[in-house]
């Protein structure tokens, strides 16, 4: 029977009979997009195609950004059908359909958003060898653009085959490049530091260097102490004001000294936090004695390069309140004061998970109408940090606009400040811009897309599209581009343990860029169980200075034949550069090529007048620690395939 299936086949393509291929016939295992998976005759949510009211029979529902590579074997005569946004999308965000044919776009939709009624296309394919039907975000992320693809048809005479649209990732080992630290002392703490009046005030001079070291801290205003053995300052400060102290540590082989300046006033958090969140490693798994193992592995290894933060995320809570109204923690957290204490005595600060809904997107309780109640509760706790996802609070929301979404997360912010602690806040992903509205509601940092995944494709599209909302960032305000896919990761997406599938080059890139962006730096692996690679992504104190920056100026993206190079101005005049072989876009349309294209480097040129810098500068290589050189006019250097060159810029005195 296939022989004559054969025959009858080859038959018809010599007769030149056509015949029509649906796209939802397709297998979709190709079909890439940075979030969620490709759903057939249905949108992503698994509700029916519908596109401003109306509903369509077929089609494929899909996210941006997406790509589906087809070969159509140059036997194709044209493609037809409607493209929209669905109305399942909570708000109305921008996206882009494409369709390219060999390697040339050939049709867009121009800028669609839910609401508008769908685009019909009607597309000559004659000739064409391959296609790719394309879901850009258009200027707004990827957050809510689910997009349907209605429909779509091709008429051909040959086959219809999807193919992979990047090359298999062929395996590289895991390189080091930052040296060791040096025995002698030094400092890797913040140079700003921001407190409320009257709050306890924590903050751990974090030093490199063979112990023992003994720290001192020189103009110290009254009820303010430090610990010479840990280097931990505590007290409080009532008064207002900006105080200047020298801190310094000693050991046998010499010493550094740091000035710190301290803003006791409104805000807090004058440089991105850095630290562990429980989710990706543990998900609702996480518990008592996993946050500890944490903190011990944090303070051993990490404090001393300015690591500070551990964030228990969903699934710490009890299934009712106690007769105060308090939510307790649940059998795997008996003693939340015990815990703070706990890590507190590490020189670490704790940080908390909850929502402003009835429920967690875990499902477990949360902070609806018991706001100020839980304030207090976390503040007697010891608790440091929140983080307020979203989640059920839609149900009181069934037509959300952005006033109607910043008013739970203001009132959570005005529990806070009545509570005697200065506590960070991260407003949880919700509504789109959320930067144009979430420092109005008392917000520190923000999450500006959707959950993040250690794929390629999703760590780029939602790093290289963080220029968007750069101006938003500020000292104590912080677009939050989601936590370091990095090291052991699992249990918060499923019940996989596994190394980042992110290749070495491409987690190079990834810490890079969230240091570019002053993002915040949580850490979302197994801590107790890093390798070598990974410890070292983490303790780079010059990748980290870039963050810890206390100009906290925006990045600015510049697109270039082989990349982007995104750049930053630093506190000192000196600017921070990184090199990205990236395309978020990128599409392999010759698999053949893939072996070559990941071994290649490709070169990359910054022209400095773009900096605004004239004259002679020189540059220093940040992952290495060493100096390049000195340049004038422009800066080139090779950069590995999805990898990263990072620099610092620094002009000449004249």
């Known amino acids: 029977m296939k022989y004559y299936l054969f025959l009858l086949g080859l038959l018809l393509s010599f007769t030149g009979y056509t015949k029509t291929v649906y796209i939802d016939e397709l297998d979709t295992q190709f079909l890439l ?32 950004i997406s790509r589906f590579l087809l070969n159509v074997e140059g036997k194709s005569q044209s493609i037809s059908g409607w493209v929209g946004a669905d109305d399942r999308n909570d708000f109305t965000c921008n996206m882009e359909f494409k369709i390219l044919a060999d390697k040339r776009e050939i049709w867009s939709s121009g800028v669609m958003h839910k609401g508008m009624s ?6 000559s394919l004659k000739g064409v060898q391959k296609i790719a039907l394309i879901v850009a975000e258009a200027g707004d992320g990827i957050m809510y653009d689910h997009a349907d693809w209605l429909e779509v048809k091709i008429e051909t005479s040959g086959n219809v085959t999807p193919e992979p649209v990047v090359p298999e990732n062929i395996a590289k080992e895991k390189y080091v490049l930052t040296p060791q630290p040096g025995l002698m002392p030094k400092i890797n703490s913040p140079k700003v530091f921001g407190v409320r009046p009257g709050n306890p005030f924590i903050y751990t001079v974090a030093a490199t260097g063979e112990r023992p070291v003994k720290f001192t801290a020189y103009q110290l205003p009254d009820g303010l102490t430090i610990n010479e053995e840990t280097g931990l300052i505590t007290g409080s400060l009532k008064e207002k004001g900006s105080y200047y102290i020298v801190t310094r540590a000693d050991n046998q082989h010499g010493g550094d000294s740091r000035i710190v300046r301290i803003e006791v006033g409104d805000k807090i958090s004058l440089t991105p936090p850095m630290g562990w969140n429980s989710w990706n490693c543990w998900g609702l798994s996480v518990d008592e004695k996993k946050v500890k193992d944490a903190a011990d592995v944090m303070n051993t290894f990490l404090i001393n390069h300015g690591w500070t933060y551990i964030n228990i995320d969903d699934g710490w809570e009890a299934e009712k309140r106690d007769e105060n ?39 477990y309780l949360a902070s609806y ?11 007697k706790w010891g608790v440091d940090y929140l983080k307020h996802d979203y989640c059920s609070y839609s149900q009181f929301t069934p037509s959300p606009t952005e006033d109607l979404i910043k008013a739970p997360y203001t009132l959570m912010r005005e529990a806070l400040d009545e509570a005697d602690r200065d506590m960070v806040y991260c407003v949880g992903y919700g509504a789109p811009n959320v930067w144009n509205w979430a420092k109005e509601a008392g917000g520190n940092l923000w999450r500006t897309t959707r959950d ?27 677009n939050d581009p989601d936590m370091l896919v990095v090291g052991k990761l699992g249990l918060g997406w499923g019940e996989k343990v596994h190394d980042s599938y992110l290749t070495p080059d491409e987690q190079y890139s990834h810490v890079s860029l969230w240091c570019i962006l002053s993002a915040p730096l949580l850490i979302g692996c197994d801590m107790s169980n890093m390798d070598d690679f990974t410890l070292n992504l983490l303790t780079n104190d010059e990748v980290l200075a870039v963050n810890q920056d206390p100009a906290v100026m925006p990045a600015h993206k510049i697109i270039t034949e082989n990349g982007q190079i995104w750049w930053k101005m630093l506190e000192d005049g000196s600017y921070a550069a990184g090199f990205f072989n990236a395309d978020p876009y990128f599409i392999l349309w010759d698999q053949s090529s893939g072996k070559e294209i990941q071994q290649k480097n490709y070169q990359m040129m910054l022209d400095v007048k773009k900096l605004g810098i004239t004259g002679k500068f020189e540059v220093r290589d940040l992952w290495r620690q060493s100096d390049l050189g000195e340049f004038e006019g422009s800066f080139s250097t090779e950069v590995p395939y999805h990898g990263v060159r990072f620099v610092k810029i620094t002009p000449k005195k004249i």
């Open 33 to 64: 997009q940075d979030w969620g998976v490709p759903v057939v005759n249905k949108s992503i949510m698994q509700t029916p195609l519908q596109v401003a009211g109306k509903e369509y029979r077929r089609g494929i529902g899909t996210h941006s």
């Open 118 to 123: 769908a685009k019909k296309f009607h597309l």
């Open 325 to 363: 109204g308090e939510l307790q923690g649940n059998a795997k957290f008996p003693d939340f004061k015990r815990l703070s204490d706990y890590i507190h005595s590490k020189g670490l600060k704790f940080g908390i998970y909850s929502s402003p809904g009835p429920t967690t997107c875990g499902g």
């Open 369 to 379: 109408q018991y706001e100020k109640i839980d304030a207090k509760t976390w503040a």
């Open 452 to 478: 993040i995944t250690d794929e390629w494709n999703v760590v780029s599209a939602i790093g290289f599209f963080q220029d968007v909302c750069a101006e938003a960032t500020a000292p104590g305000c912080y």
